[in-house]
């Protein structure tokens, strides 16, 4: 894949040093950053979930996003993702650093529909 545009979930807007959110759709802000880790830019979540326009995913491939890293997310938001083209991982990590590091050196794996987060499988 070229032209990596990744994207990760935050609390706030303290770059890669941002905590990682614990919920993907209820985010403060989405970090987007280059395949070397480099920041390129934070939003505000301005979706549906947080009384906007849209869904979560619809925002990030808006914003350019082809991966998206994250502690986890709810099977409708995976199946969006993967119909517009969003590559997602999930993996455990603080920090937006940690996280990237992580998919960097392939400690993470590509989020299929086991992976979706207990909360929205009930």
Known sequence: ??????V?????RNG???NV????????????LNDRGKLLE????????????GLP??????????????????????NLCKKLGIEIYTGQAKKVKGLFEMWKSKKIHKAGAGDTCKYHNK
């Open 1 to 6: 894949m070229k032209n990596i545009k990744i």
């Open 8 to 12: 990760i979930p935050t609390d706030g």
């Open 16 to 18: 890669l040093d941002e």
């Open 21 to 32: 959110a614990g919920h993907f759709g209820r985010s403060e802000t989405y970090t987007f």
């Open 42 to 53: 934070i939003i505000d979540n301005t979706s549906e979930h947080m009384s906007g326009q």
């Open 57 to 78: 995913p619809e925002l990030m491939k808006a914003h350019g996003a082809n991966v998206l890293l994250c502690k986890d997310l709810g099977p409708k938001a995976l």
